[in-house]
């Protein structure tokens, strides 16, 4: 709608876009593809940065927060409540949307109005997120560059893979949501914490649970957990050492009464997505501090 | 309308609600139009009279965002906002209680508990159920868990032909406190997705208005609307208590039957297309009742209108506010009415004696 306005506004807004339009062309790249792309999804987002196409990106879903350069894009929502006239009005030529996009309503009115929509593989295993970024480089037309990235991201996940079959010993990893007023949420088995703590070598304390649970603070004694294992992005869920060290259920662990906690940028470490390697060395790197202190 | 106005006779309060039917007509249809009208895509209602005029064919892209986009979501919001209005009119008319609102009677209760089912057990649900409601499963549940325990409470507070609001109200309070263990039981098991979904569920949207949606649920409203009316002898006598209706000889039980069952089915089906929508049962009958008064021979119809110009206008700001994103409607209601709604009864607090 902006650019039909524009149009009709004045021929020298209209002059001014076109010109800039084709001086982003020529300069930036020679490959052919979408050029108004949507990205409904976090992991969406990242691979197209990743793949160096961020300016091909009009706008994100709430889900998408990194790199930062994408939060400067219009926000388009949460990813399963997609509003259809407002994704048609932006006259996108194509929508990169996580398996989960939706509601399904949205999605068919899409697909009738004939815009191009991508739906990306569900990501909870390295092997997926090389289809993923296969998919979406294959969409924009890159699939050289996303072969490239693909085998970059192949190389992190089998150093990875290396570092956490020469571990000395598997220290136990508590991954903690949240605090809610003491009670401790932690991640049990078929959650993308338990396969990232697996990726780097570590073994996931809570096992008897499946998904985010509150966990009463004789399970948190019997997990009995070497390290604990947070995010530290900003908001309500960053937690802090001393706060976490200081609950009386965990102070009882080794991993409370050694102060070992390792915190790590929620998206990155639970993302799935091209970092998903990198992030799996650094939690590698974290583990062996751990082990090297005796507290393995 | 006439039939029912026989031996009362029009007071100046009468001629008040009749201008304002008026007023709220005309409000209705200019806020639908606006509503076909508005969006984030340029297509207008002129360009479609144009096109009606000319002959011209409209671009497949537009004719898809009026038809299929605006034009089942306005009809959406109108019949839901009409249905919320005027279930919380009946059920405020017959519990004799302002804070009366279709809560009572367990539908919120139900459809929500029906509605959490179906986003979390959703996935176990056997083959022939998904066949048959596709990714309709969240609002047929919602609508079965609505009537079903609307349906129990009604047995539960009807003994040997008679139903006692009393009951019904206490045991309305249990039976939500028990679906409300049951959501909470579904909750715990519900994965962070599931979760959100059930959040936005709560604060409902018109955003997944549809034609299926909206020939499956639409005709319930209707019917339910058109039946709402009728009641309104009934309820001004249930105005003077149960036994001075029954002695001016108005069929009491009947009446009660009735109103229950409209006010399940409004509400039922509203809030299956649409989420829960709260406030708009509570605050447009007794903005009406200041302004006009409380004959329900008006209220009810009036309560229809308004309540559909209310829910239109809130969805015009949902749309737009943080577009490209929508924001939940049922914060939209809340927000811009609850204040309003306050400051109403502080200036007029001698007429609202609760």
């Given amino acids: 709608m902006r650019r039909a306005r524009f149009m009709t506004v004045g021929g ?66 949460y990813v399963r409540r997609l509003s259809p006239e407002n994704l048609i009005a932006m006259e996108p030529d194509l929508i990169l949307a996580e398996h989960d996009a939706g509601p399904p309503e949205t999605i068919e009115l899409l697909t009738r109005a004939e815009v191009p929509l991508v ?6 295993t390295p092997a997926d997120v090389l289809a993923k970024i296969r998919v979406t480089a294959e969409s924009l037309g890159v699939r050289q560059a996303g072969e490239d990235l693909a085998a970059r991201t192949q190389a992190d996940l089998d150093r990875a893979a290396a570092a956490a079959a020469a571990l000395p010993s598997h220290p136990r990893v508590m991954f903690v949501l949240s605090m809610q007023g003491g009670r401790i949420m932690a991640a049990g088995t078929d959650t993308s914490a338990a396969a990232m703590i697996a990726l780097a070598g570590g073994v996931n304390a809570v096992d008897g649970i499946s998904g985010y649970k509150l966990l009463t603070d004789e399970a948190i004694i019997a997990a009995a957990p070497d390290v604990i294992l947070a995010m530290d992005r900003g908001g309500d869920l960053a937690l802090e050492v001393a706060d976490l060290v200081a609950h009386p259920a965990l102070a009882l662990t080794p991993a409370g009464e050694a102060a070992q906690v390792v915190r790590m940028d929620g998206l990155y470490l639970l993302g799935f997505g091209p970092r998903t390697g990198e992030a799996a060395l650094e939690l590698n790197t974290a583990l062996q501090a751990v082990i090297a202190a005796g507290r393995g | 309308m006439v039939a029912l106005d026989a031996g009362y006779p029009l007071g100046d309060r009468d001629a008040q609600a009749r201008v304002a039917m008026i007023a709220l007509s005309v409000a209705l249809v200019l806020t639908a139009g606006l509503s076909l009208s508005h969006g984030a895509s340029g297509v207008s209602l002129g360009s479609v009279i144009q096109s009606l005029a000319t002959g011209e064919q409209m671009a497949a892209r537009d004719r898809l965002i009026l038809w299929e986009i605006r034009l089942p979501r306005m009809l959406t919001g109108v019949l839901v906002g009409a249905s919320l209005a005027v279930a919380g009119a009946v059920m405020q008319g ?3 209680n302002p804070l009366a609102d279709p809560g009572l009677v367990g539908v919120g209760a139900g459809a929500g508990l029906g509605a959490v089912v179906a986003i979390v057990l959703g996935g176990l649900a056997p083959v022939w159920v998904t066949q048959a409601v596709g990714y309709h499963l969240v609002p047929v549940a919602a609508f079965l868990g609505g009537w079903v325990s609307t349906l129990l409470l009604y047995r539960v507070a009807t003994r040997s032909g008679r139903t006692s609001v ?21 909750v715990y098991i519900a994965d962070d997705r599931q979760l959100r979904d059930l959040t936005f569920w709560g604060l409902g949207s018109l955003g997944g208005a549809s034609w299926p949606k909206l020939l499956a649920a639409g005709p319930v409203m209707a019917l339910a609307l058109v039946a709402a009316p009728f009641l309104a002898r009934g309820l001004n ?8 209706a029954h002695h001016i000889g108005l069929p009491v039980q009947r009446v009660k039957a ?12 509203a809030v299956a297309v649409s989420g829960g929508i709260g406030f708009i049962g509570i605050v447009v009958p007794h ?6 008064g409380p004959d329900h021979r008006f209220l009810l119809i009036n309560a229809g209108l308004a309540g559909a110009v209310l829910l239109l206008l809130a969805d015009l700001i949902t749309r737009s506010i943080i577009a490209p994103a929508e924001l939940p409607i049922g914060i939209v209601t809340a927000t811009l009415g609850a204040p309003v709604f306050l400051w109403i009864l502080l200036r007029r607090r001698g007429m609202v004696d609760l």
């Fill in chain 2, 287 to 292: 903005l009406l009742r200041l302004a006009t």
């Fill in chain 1, 12 to 77: 020298v807004h209209a002059g001014l876009t076109a010109l800039i339009l084709v001086l982003a062309v020529s300069t930036a790249r020679a490959e052919e593809g979408p050029r108004r792309v949507i990205a409904a999804g976090g992991s969406a987002a990242e691979i197209v940065f990743a793949l160096e196409q961020g300016d091909r990106l009009i706008a994100r879903d709430t889900t998408s927060s990194f790199p930062e350069a994408v939060l400067a894009l219009p926000d388009i929502g």
């Fill in chain 2, 94 to 96: 017959l519990f004799r």
């Fill in chain 1, 119 to 124: 739906t990306l593989p569900e990501a909870q």
């Fill in chain 2, 166 to 186: 009393a009951t019904m109200l206490l045991a309305g309070i249990a039976l939500g406190a028990l679906a409300g263990a049951a959501t909470g039981v579904l």
């Fill in chain 2, 237 to 244: 006598g249930l105005a003077l208590g149960e036994a001075a």
């Fill in chain 2, 258 to 269: 009735v109103a229950i069952l409209t006010v399940a089915a409004a509400t039922g089906a």
